[in-house]
C-alpha cells in the first residue's frame, strides 16, 4: 500500500531541476541511466528518467531527513 508521503519529490532517488505549475520535475536515479541509439545502432548518451514530483513507484526510498 502506497504511503502519504510515498512521492518522488519525497524519495532519496529524486534529483530536482526545476519546477513547473504542477509541482518539482527532476531526474529519478534509482537504477543506472538508459542508453539512447545514436548513429549506426551505437549509444550515444545515457540518460535518467525526467519525472515529476507528484509521481512514485515501487523503488520509492524515503529521503533522509
Known amino acids: 500500500m502506497k504511503d502519504k508521503n510515498q512521492y518522488c ?34 549509444p550515444s548518451i545515457a540518460k535518467f528518467p525526467i519525472v515529476l514530483g507528484g509521481m512514485w513507484c515501487g523503488a520509492w526510498d524515503a529521503t533522509d531527513d
Open 9 to 42: 519529490s519525497n524519495c532519496y532517488f529524486f534529483m530536482a531541476t526545476g519546477q513547473n505549475e504542477n509541482g518539482p520535475i527532476g531526474y529519478c536515479r534509482a537504477n543506472p541511466p538508459t542508453f539512447q541509439m545514436g548513429e549506426n545502432n551505437r
